[in-house]
C-alpha cells in the first residue's frame, strides 16, 4: 500500500495578531505613564507603607505642601484685590477685616486655662484588660467633649498643641497622636483657652462626659492624665491653616 506523507503548512501570524501585538504595548506604556503622573511622586500601593506612623507623616507632608501652594495662591489673590479700584470691593474688604478676629485670624492674648490630657502610665495600660484598659486612653471624643465645654464657656480662642482651632477645625485620632489641619500631633494633649477663667471652669465642671473622664482621672488604678492651671497670660496664634475658598482667577477685561 503506497504511503503518504503529509507535508506540514507553515502559517505566517495573521496581520490582526501582527497589528494588536503593538498596540497592547503601547497601551501597556500608557498605563505606565497615567499612574506615574496621578501619583505624583508617590506610592499609589498603600501596602507600601510599614506602619502607620509612616503613613501619617507621609499624609502630614503632603498636607504641608498643599498648604504651602494655598498660602502662595492667596496672597497673589489679595494683591490683586488691592488693586482693584471698586467700591463694592472695599467695602466687602472692611466687613471681612471686621470679623477676622471671630474668625480665629488674628492672635489673641488673655486669661484663660491650659488643660493637659494624657494616657496612663504604660506600667497600668500592660496590666490593664478590656473596659480598663479603654479608659485608660485618651480618645478623640475625650478632646473634643473639653473643647465644646470650653466653646460653651465663652472661650474666645483655643488651641491645641499651639494650634489654632477654629470652627471648621476636625479632631481626629490616629493610632496615639491627634491630627489637626493634616498634622499628627502626640500626647500630651495640651488645650489652652483664652476666656473667662471663672466661666471656663464652670462650663467644665457643669458637662456629664468631662465628669466622668476628670473622676476616672482620680481613681489610682485608672489613672488617665488630666491636669487644669489657671493663666493670666495666655496667647493663641492666629489660624494658620487652610480654609474654604476652592478656586478664584483674574477676570478678564473688557
Known sequence: MPTHVTTPVH????RRWRLGTPLVVLACGALFVVSALNSDGTDLRPG???NL???VASEANRYQRLEDQVHTMTTQVNDLTAQVSDGSVSTYRREAAGVREEAGLTKLTGEGLTITMSDAPDS?????????ATQMVVHQQDVQAVVNA????????????GQRIITTTGIKCTGSTITLQGVPH????VIEAVGSINELTS??????????????AAQPTIDIGWDMTPSYDLTAPAYTGLRDLNYAKVTPSE
Open 203 to 216: 462650663a467644665l465642671d457643669d458637662d456629664s462626659y468631662v465628669a466622668m473622664y476628670r473622676a476616672q
Open 48 to 50: 507600601r507603607y510599614n
Open 124 to 132: 497600668l495600660i500592660q496590666q490593664a484588660t478590656g473596659d480598663t
Open 186 to 189: 502626640p500626647q500630651p494633649f
Open 11 to 14: 502559517r505566517t501570524p495573521s
Open 53 to 55: 506612623s509612616q503613613l
Open 150 to 161: 470650653l466653646w460653651r464657656g465663652g472661650a474666645k480662642a483655643i488651641t491645641i498643641a
